[in-house]
């Protein structure tokens, strides 16, 4: 009997009990759809951290200060000063209070406030949608002006110009002066869109945040990436008189770590849906033993016309590849659509099909209907015919 003639009989055989077919075969298919889509949605993140990365340029250094007190303070003016370097072009410190309280009018939320200089915007890469953005001026003489994130103006002013009115952050009366174009989240951890920005010295003083924590340093070209932070490590140590109250980090390193702990978690996830495939496995091979039971009879029919042990091997081994291969394929087009979908369901998650782990995926599930399917193949085989003919 040729291999096309044991596929045929397998299909038919297969497909004479559809609903006993679709049950064993659940599990391959929950393994295979829940890789593929959990592969498209890694896929798609890492893809939205590179592409954050991307535009904030590739020449960002990011400093974070740990230690508190005088000795581990960042001044002001100091720091502005190494602008004067070579190696470093633009400097931009900062002090964030998260979950300040934002009213307007009757409408009161919480966002993030950022205090920072004129640099910020053009270092993130940000873009003015009217107003301006906080000047040197505001920081001299400690304005109380605000700039608000696309989100934040959107929330409290919807398509009116905010330019001019007062808005109350903790307490404290701010002008606004400026609103930003939408910009998303990027990978310094702060999102323009939902953040309100202020002048440094007017941050500190009001909403008493003490020291600089965070400064971002951007270098002329990437080539210098590497000397600016050598520069900064240097000079921060001197300054501290320690190499452990600060930690200084690149954007290849930020990009990296993320990229890392997205790649972590999408693989923890994949493992869980594989085990899903030798749980479907243990069904296929579960559901040929029965099969074997209630076809003894056939068995040793075809096997006192002249079938070989190889035949029967070959024909259940066949049915249990033919019950995962339909189970595999049936996963990447449910996979695969799942995929496709979920940027409709969630707008802010891309996703990217990958065509190799989906034909991995595949042949896994194949290989998994091969394996479990030997033992009850390997059973059919062995049955004498002569007892097989006694069962009734």
């Known amino acids: 009997m040729n291999p096309l003639e044991l596929l045929y009989m397998s299909l038919r055989t297969v497909t004479a009990n559809p609903m006993r077919t679709m049950l064993t075969m659940l599990g391959v298919i929950i393994g295979v759809s829940s890789v593929v889509t959990l592969v498209a949605i890694g896929q798609g993140a890492n893809a939205q951290i590179e592409k954050q990365y991307e535009s904030l ?54 966002y993030t406030v950022v205090g920072t200089n004129d ?16 000047v040197d001026g505001d920081m001299g003489f400690r304005n109380q002006v605000a700039v608000l994130g696309s989100t934040v103006a959107q929330n409290y002013f919807g398509t009116l110009d905010p330019i001019g009115e007062d808005i109350n952050i903790d307490g404290i009366v701010f002008t606004i002066v400026g609103t930003l174009k939408v910009k998303g989240s990027n990978i310094s951890g702060v999102s323009l869109d939902n953040s309100v920005f202020v002048p440094l010295e007017t941050a500190r ?28 490590q240097q000079y921060l140590t001197y300054k501290f008189k320690s190499s452990t109250g600060f930690q200084l980090i690149n954007q290849d390193e930020l990009m990296n770590a993320r990229v890392a702990a997205s790649s972590t978690l999408n693989n ?36 006192s016309i002249g079938a070989k042990r190889r035949n029967i091997l070959l024909q259940f081994l066949i049915e249990a590849t033919v019950i995962s291969g339909l189970g595999g394929i049936i996963g990447l087009l449910l996979g695969s659509g799942i995929a496709i979908a979920w940027p409709m369901i969630n707008p802010k998650q891309t996703t990217e099909l990958s065509l190799e782990v989906s034909m991995y995926a595949f042949l896994f599930s194949v290989a998994v209907g091969m394996i479990f399917g030997l033992y009850p193949a390997n059973k059919a085989s062995k049955l004498r015919p002569i007892d097989a003919l006694r069962t009734d």
């Open 205 to 232: 003083r009001a909403f008493k945040l003490g020291n600089i924590r965070t400064t971002y340093l951007e270098a002329p070209t990437k080539e210098q990436l590497s000397t600016a932070q050598s520069t900064m």
């Open 119 to 134: 640099r910020y915007l053009s270092l993130m890469k940000g873009e003015l949608a009217s107003g301006r953005f906080v």
């Open 268 to 303: 923890q996830l994949i493992s869980v849906a594989c085990i899903s495939l030798l749980v479907g496995g243990i069904g296929i091979m579960n559901i040929m033993l029965v099969t074997v039971s209630e076809r003894t009879r056939e068995i040793g029919i075809r096997k």
């Open 57 to 110: 340029g590739t020449n960002l250094i990011v400093v974070n200060t740990l230690g508190n007190g005088r000795a581990t303070q960042l001044d002001y003016d100091e720091l502005m000063t190494l602008e004067e370097l070579p190696e470093i072009e633009t400097i931009a410190p900062t002090m964030v209070k998260g979950g300040s309280n934002i009213k307007y009018d009757r409408v009161q939320e919480k």
